[in-house]
């Protein structure tokens, strides 16, 4: 039986194919579900908004697509500067978090504490 080889470039094609594809979801769900101001704005300016909240976690060191959706999110909830914002001390502080090896996780686990900030603002 022939076995299927992958060269590096196909894979890398892989990766961009599956990136472009995850850019025009959270379009899609800027525009769909967060709404407000997103719903009324353009492809490009939305896709402008997503690339500048990748590169935020690509600061980080987040690597995951699902991660730069959850830290675009957290944008939208906290506004663009959430993470220098001295409003918000605890979300730099758990990003930078070097205690956690894990950037991905960091990103995870700043979302836990927007969430738990979130639900005791009523309280």
Not at 24 to 37: A, C, N, P, S, T
Not at 72 to 77: D, K, L, N, R, S
Request: charged share 30%; hydrophobic share 35%.
């Amino acid at each position: 039986m022939t076995q299927l080889q992958l060269t590096q470039k196909q894979l890398t094609g892989f990766d961009d194919s599956r990136f472009q594809d995850f850019r025009e979801l959270m379009v899609k769900h800027l525009r769909e579900q967060v709404g407000g101001d997103f719903a009324t704005q353009s492809d490009d300016d939305l896709l402008k908004y997503v690339d500048t909240g990748v590169t935020k976690a690509k600061s980080y060191g987040a690597t995951e697509n699902e991660v730069f959706g959850m830290y675009i999110i957290m944008m939208t909830e906290f506004g663009d500067d959430f993470d220098s914002n001295s409003e918000y001390p605890w979300a730099k502080d758990s990003l930078t978090d070097k205690t956690v090896k894990d950037a991905n996780d960091r990103i995870r686990n700043t979302v836990s504490l927007c969430s738990f900030y979130l639900s005791n603002l009523n309280e």
